[in-house]
T-cell receptor, first 114, second 115 residues
Framework: DAGVTQSPTHLIKTRGQQVTLRCSPISGHKSVSWYQQVLGQGPQFIFQYYEKEERGRGNFPDRFSARQFPNYSSELNVNALLLGDSALYLCASSLGTGVSYEQYFGPGTRLTVT | AQKITQTQPGMFVQEKEAVTLDCTYD???????LFWYKQPSSGEMIFLIYQGSYDQQNATEGRYSLNFQKARKSANLVISASQLGDSAMYFCAMRGPSGYSTLTFGKGTMLLVSP
């Protein structure tokens, strides 16, 4: 069975540009979460979607937005990129949003902002 | 608010020895889940083991076991018989019913296994 997939793998952008990252969850998983992992730190929660509705948002500016499509895939958009947005962006999917549901992570998209 | 603390930036262990990675947590929720993930240099987060707050027994998954001490709010990962392939970053994480039921991660521990 295919795991969580993310595209692109790597991305280089210039300050002020906009970027869209994509995520396809494991088949049957209806919940997708996005995390940002800056070098040397643990992942930080950005967004959670379940059944195409936003269920939660972390402490990130409005430049960050996301959506979930009817097939449960998801996009993360970041506008007006800053150098500090350089990070590994991880997508995770799970069957549900309860405490015990394991989150399965994709390989991540490594974004570099110059 | 939930918080995870991993106080060991790095750990060294010889192959075939056991190693314990420390994790303490803080939450006001009575129901929560504790997770350990492994992150190799490739970047992908690999799930290792889960412990629920109401579980009476410590979780085990192959060579991994979780030493859960609820009163002390600790959830240490024990890796028995370390292998060279265990060299990676290890993250402790918590998921609770409050907030968004997403994962709160610690800063991680880098484990290096030597021959």
């Amino acid at each position: 069975d295919a795991g969580v997939t993310q595209s692109p793998t790597h991305l280089i952008k210039t300050r002020g540009q906009q970027v869209t990252l994509r995520c396809s969850p494991i088949s049957g998983h209806k919940s997708v979460s996005w995390y940002q992992q800056v070098l040397g730190q643990g992942p930080q929660f950005i967004f959670q979607y379940y059944e195409k509705e936003e269920r939660g948002r972390g402490n990130f500016p409005d430049r960050f937005s996301a959506r979930q499509f009817p097939n449960y895939s998801s996009e993360l958009n970041v506008n007006a990129l800053l150098l500090g947005d350089s990070a590994l962006y991880l997508c995770a999917s799970s069957l549900g949003t309860g405490v015990s549901y394991e989150q399965y992570f994709g390989p991540g998209t490594r974004l570099t902002v110059t | 608010a939930q918080k995870i603390t991993q106080t060991q930036p790095g750990m060294f262990v010889q192959e075939k020895e056991a190693v314990t990675l420390d994790c303490t947590y803080d939450t006001s929720d009575p129901s929560y889940g504790l997770f350990w993930y492994k992150q190799p240099s490739s970047g992908e987060m690999i799930f290792l083991i889960y412990q629920g707050s109401y579980d009476q027994q410590n979780a085990t998954e192959g060579r991994y076991s979780l030493n859960f001490q609820k009163a002390r709010k600790s959830a240490n990962l024990v890796i028995s018989a370390s292998q060279l392939g265990d060299s990676a970053m290890y993250f402790c994480a918590m998921r609770g019913p409050s907030g968004y039921s997403t994962l709160t991660f610690g800063k991680g521990t880098m484990l290096l296994v030597s021959p």
